[in-house]
């Protein structure tokens, strides 16, 4: 199969930073990808990766390990509005489809 | 806002019923994307068109199906509705299709039966 794990929850605390993982299995990789969706919203794009190492982007960054079949997000400055679901989301070449992980509730506490 | 619409926002039937859920792509953008996210399976692929042509196909049910027109926008009919099919459709696009492209995702229709 084409797993992808991520923590189900996860609880901040405003101005702090977080990292919410994901590991997948790594047959077929072609690229990982993190959204970031509101209850009842559109996922929206926050980052890819294809390559290994570290993307920055403002207050997000995400990194990716091939070999490990690992990535994560990594939040700063963490805001209230920071509260959503995160979603890990592998590019497999079997099938040409994007498999999505079942997303992190991240909540953020003053 | 992704630049991708997707009709109606809100759907409301009953169990044996059809319905058609219809999406316009990002101006460009050539690949459609359908999705389904229910509370306990999370985002699931659906199926996807290129420029008019089944690229890719997910977990779709016989009862769905779904195509993309020449002026690049999709539908995706649902028959027989069960309740089970009560979901979030989301509709994305992006330019070509490939590994590398973003997918940029339109506001959804949420679907209930009854």
């Known amino acids: 199969g084409q797993n992808i794990d991520q923590p189900t929850e996860m609880t901040a605390t405003e101005g702090a930073i977080v990292q919410i993982n994901c590991t997948y299995q790594?047959?077929?990789?072609?690229?990982l990808f993190w959204y970031q969706q509101h209850a009842g919203e559109a996922p929206t794009f926050l980052s890819y990766?294809?390559?290994?190492g570290l993307e920055e982007k403002g207050r997000f960054s995400s990194f990716l390990s091939r070999s490990k079949g690992y990535s994560y997000l990594l939040l700063k400055e963490l805001q209230m509005k920071d509260s959503a679901s995160y979603l890990c989301?592998?590019?497999?070449?079997?099938?040409?489809?994007?498999?999505f992980g079942q997303g992190t509730e991240l909540s953020v506490k003053p | 806002d992704s630049g991708v619409t997707q009709t109606p926002k809100h759907l409301i039937t009953a169990t044996g019923q059809r319905v058609t859920l219809r999406c316009s792509p990002r101006?460009?953008?050539?690949?459609v994307y359908w999705y389904q996210q229910s509370l306990d399976q999370g985002l699931q692929f659906l199926i996807q068109?290129?420029?008019?042509?089944?690229?890719a196909k997910g977990n779709i049910l016989e009862r769905f199906s779904a195509q993309q027109f020449p002026d690049l926008h999709s539908e995706l009919n649902l028959s027989s509705l069960e309740l089970g099919d009560s979901a979030l459709y989301f509709c994305?696009?992006?330019?070509?299709?490939?590994?590398?492209?973003?997918?940029?995702f339109g506001p959804g229709t949420r679907l209930t039966v009854l």
């Open positions: 790594t047959s077929g990789f072609n690229g």
């Open positions: 989301a592998v590019f497999y070449n079997q099938g040409g489809k994007l498999i």
């Open positions: 068109y290129y420029n008019g042509e089944e690229r």
């Open positions: 101006s460009g953008d050539l690949s």
């Open positions: 994305a696009s992006s330019v070509a299709g490939g590994g590398a492209d973003t997918q940029y």
């Open positions: 990766n294809v390559l290994d």
